[in-house]
């Protein structure tokens, strides 16, 4: 069973870091995206991160240069570091595996991690 979770959420102060992980266990992957995603109730789902197996990386707008994201792919894990979080980063945060095998394409998703930046 194909299961992605996050880890490393919690409250950090404006001006702080977190460094989230996502392990992704039970696939094997050819080649492959990771993302990271997040989302404020009542808001849509915001794309913020991307990594290939190729280590090609993107990033929103809204993150880059305070946002870095990484992979190990030894560990199976995607990581997101997080600089100069501002109160407008609180959200569920959560790792997409985007998984192409066989001319297909699967998504599997975490469940999230909440990441809070409040003094």
């Known amino acids: 069973q194909v299961q992605l979770v996050e880890s490393g959420g919690g409250l950090v102060q404006p001006g702080g870091s977190l460094r989230l992980s996502c392990v992704a266990s039970?696939?094997?992957?050819?080649?492959?995206?990771m993302g990271w995603y997040r989302q404020v109730p009542g808001k849509e789902r915001e794309w913020i991160a991307s990594?290939?197996?190729?280590?090609?990386?993107n990033y929103a707008d809204s993150v880059k240069g305070r946002f870095t994201i990484s992979r190990d792919n030894a560990k199976n894990t995607v990581y997101l570091q997080m600089n100069s979080l501002k109160p407008e980063d609180t959200a569920v945060y959560s790792c997409?595996?985007?998984?192409?095998?066989?001319?297909?394409?699967?998504?599997?998703w975490g469940q999230g991690t909440q990441v809070t930046v409040s003094s």
């Open positions: 039970g696939i094997r992957c050819g080649a492959n995206v």
């Open positions: 997409k595996l985007v998984c192409i095998r066989g001319g297909r394409q699967d998504d599997y």
């Open positions: 990594i290939t197996s190729g280590d090609k990386t």
